[in-house]
């Protein structure tokens, strides 16, 4: 099972690539503000790692089950997300349409990068 969420990440730079004239940017994004069914509370911009895994959260469909809503007694307050960021060969940024297959994408490439 995969761990691609952006929850399994810290703030920040996850991926960066050049192509061609372009540097593309995979930032992880937002604050995850996470309540587990005894009242534990999660609040952070960085990775939930070590929390998910305390309470036996092990994979993004089971992250997805929580944020959705789909676990009962977890509550989700805030999640986080991917921003892709492209830069030209000035470092100035581009603007970058994120669409449902730069979604997959960015997770077929994180997914190419973790098992390096």
């Avoid at 995969?2 to 540097?23: C, M, P, Q, R, Y």
């Avoid at 995979?26 to 609040?43: M, Q, S």
């Avoid at 669409?99 to 390096?116: A, D, G, L, M």
Wanted: glycine share 8%.
């Amino acid at each position: 099972m995969s761990k691609n969420n952006a929850e399994w990440f810290d703030h920040g730079v996850v991926l960066s690539a050049k192509i061609g004239d372009e540097t593309h940017v995979l930032f992880a994004n937002g604050t995850l503000h996470l309540t587990a069914p005894n009242g534990t509370e999660f609040k952070s911009d960085n990775s939930a790692s070590y929390f998910f895994e305390e309470y036996g959260i092990e994979n993004d469909m089971q992250v997805d089950d929580v944020i959705g809503g789909n676990k009962e007694g977890w509550e989700c307050g805030m999640n986080r997300w991917f921003d892709h960021i492209v830069y030209n060969k000035d470092g100035h940024e581009i603007d970058c349409e994120v669409t449902e297959y730069t979604e997959f994408y960015q997770k077929v490439w994180i997914n190419k990068e973790i098992s390096k």
